[in-house]
């Protein structure tokens, strides 16, 4: 399996853009989660997924992020419009059942 | 509410040398507990994980870690590292679905020779 794969690895985007960020997680997991990074905070939970259905979006920052997940194979995170303080490593993760987390290799948003 | 906390921000470690990495966690229930790896530029790589049973665990690339319950502790250690051990080391606790796991704030490793 290739893994957790996202796209794009890198985007910069000048303020107020909308920007989206894709996540194909591995085939067969049911769990999908999307991880924000900032030197700051460290790594936040944005929002998880079951079974393509949104269970918990309490680390969502604010209505200016969005995420679904139409199918099992593909998930988008949007940010509309972006900010600056938006800046970070964007991560997904996908995992089946109880078992541990695999994580993509992340997308690093710079908003200008 | 669930915590991690990872008390060295940065370590350095001669290559050859043992390694000890310090994670204490503060959780209401039967803890899961979860060390990963980042590379430079890449995602997180789980290098073991404890969920119950034998308190020392085994993991990937030579690493283990010992879930100490009275010291709230599960501190990652390797007898001799490499210097392709350089990275950011991540702690997790969660819950059994662990499906809210809370990262510590990392701690950067660095080899020299």
């Known amino acids: 399996d290739a893994g957790v794969i996202q796209s794009p690895r890198h985007e910069v985007t000048e303020m107020g853009q909308e920007v989206t960020l894709r996540c194909k997680p591995i085939?067969?997991?049911?769990?999908l989660f999307w991880y924000r990074q900032t030197m700051m905070r460290g790594l936040e939970l944005l929002i998880y997924?079951?079974?393509?259905?949104?269970?918990?979006d309490s680390g969502m920052p604010e209505d200016r992020f969005s995420a679904k997940m139409p199918n099992a194979s593909f998930s988008t995170l949007k940010i509309q419009p972006s900010e600056p303080r938006d800046s970070a490593v964007y991560f997904c993760?996908?995992?089946?059942?109880?078992?541990?987390?695999?994580f993509g290799q992340g997308t690093r948003l710079t908003v200008v | 509410a669930q915590s991690v906390t990872q008390p060295d921000i940065h370590i350095t470690v001669s290559e050859g040398a043992s390694l000890e990495l310090r994670c204490n966690y503060s959780y209401g229930a039967t803890p899961y507990l979860f060390w990963y790896v980042q590379s430079p530029g890449q995602g997180l790589q789980l290098l073991l994980k404890y969920f119950s049973g034998d308190t020392l665990v085994q993991g990937i690339k030579g690493f283990e870690a010992e879930f100490k319950r009275s010291q709230s502790s599960f501190n990652l250690r390797k007898p001799s590292v490499h210097w392709s051990d350089a990275a950011e080391y991540f702690c997790a606790v969660g819950p059994l679905g662990n499906e809210k796991l809370t990262f510590g704030t990392g701690t950067r490793l660095t080899i020299i020779p």
């Open positions: 085939s067969g997991h049911d769990y």
């Open positions: 997924f079951n079974n393509n259905v949104p269970i918990d």
């Open positions: 993760a996908s995992r089946r059942s109880v078992f541990e987390a695999f």
